[in-house]
């Protein structure tokens, strides 16, 4: 079966191929160590994770019994001791094939891993803000009724037309005086 007590170059080595093969699920981003989580690296998306163990599995020939999912082993060096405690190492110890290395198809990248529930989601959160943004505006920038312009205007005209020449409410000009109208 596998390796009870692993050494550390054991350990180094399919923890580096973990790396090789996680770095191909995933778009390029922070690099990931042997003690990083893998959710910090976009694994706790359920199609990264489900690529990761699907390759993980290959990796390991399909040897009975294994499922290395990110759930149950969240960090990887702790994937990489499950894996030699659970596969031969003379399976892990051969080089990635092809098909392992092989990049994630395009329906990942393109989408940035929103996928098609995630578009909705954030087309629905800019319809709402929309909403709320049009209903403040017609409830603070103004009311229903027109004002009648007409109105303020010929306010305006009148008051100025009371104040006489002056402005000063009729008492005249600046020295005391009244002007005559000519």
């Known amino acids: 079966m596998g390796t009870n007590n692993p050494s550390e ?28 989580y893998f959710e910090e690296h976009g694994f706790d998306l359920e199609s990264a994770s489900v690529q990761l163990t699907a390759k993980l599995k ?12 990110v759930e149950e082993h969240p960090q990887v ?34 989408g940035g891993g929103l996928g098609e529930r995630g ?10 803000v929309l909403v709320i943004a049009l209903l403040l505006f017609f409830m603070l920038g103004g009311s229903s009724t027109p004002i009648d312009t007409g109105t303020v205007v010929d306010a305006a005209a009148a008051g100025h037309h ?15 005086s009244t002007a005559s109208s000519p």
């Open 9 to 36: 170059e054991q350990l180094d080595l399919v923890t580096n191929r973990i790396i090789e093969i996680a770095e191909t699920c995933i778009e390029p981003g922070l690099p990931i160590e042997a003690d990083s």
């Open 58 to 69: 290959l990796y390991c020939k399909d040897t009975e019994g294994i499922e290395p999912t």
């Open 77 to 110: 060096r702790r994937m990489a001791r499950y894996l030699l405690e659970n596969v031969d190492y003379d399976i892990l110890e051969k080089k990635l094939s092809q098909e392992v290395l092989k990049p994630a198809g395009k329906a990942m990248s393109t």
């Open 119 to 128: 578009i909705y989601f954030y087309g629905a959160v800019v319809l709402a």
């Open 162 to 176: 009371a104040a006489g020449r002056g402005g000063r409410g009729g008492r005249g000009w600046r020295n005391g």
